[in-house]
């Protein structure tokens, strides 16, 4: 189960066991989109106010962002107040 407007874990990993090669380019497109959306969500809802399960996925998932991409963390929602100064006390 997932929270509403999330992807539930079945569903990503189904898409990630699924090899990109045996994918249609309509496929591909909405998974791109589809998860685009969910890292928006995943960033800007709290973890206390996501299921056991979703949060889970959710730190996995933020682990995995910062390794590849080299992120320093932080939610979307961290960030934007960081660059509009209003994380300032």
């Known amino acids: 189960m ?3 407007g999330r992807k539930d874990l079945h569903t990503k990993i189904g898409e990630g066991i699924t090899p990109d090669s045996t994918k249609s380019t309509q496929q591909k497109m909405k998974e791109t989109v ?3 959306g969910d890292k928006f969500a995943r960033g800007t809802q709290p ?3 996501k299921s056991l399960g979703q ?3 959710d730190k996995v998932s ?3 962002d910062r ?3 080299g992120s320093s963390g932080g939610s979307i929602l961290d960030k934007t107040k960081g660059a509009l100064g209003l994380d300032k006390h």
């Open 67 to 69: 390794e590849a991409h």
């Open 55 to 57: 949060e889970a996925s």
């Open 62 to 64: 933020r682990s995995h």
């Open 34 to 36: 589809t998860d685009t």
């Open 47 to 49: 973890d206390h106010d």
């Open 2 to 4: 997932s929270d509403a």
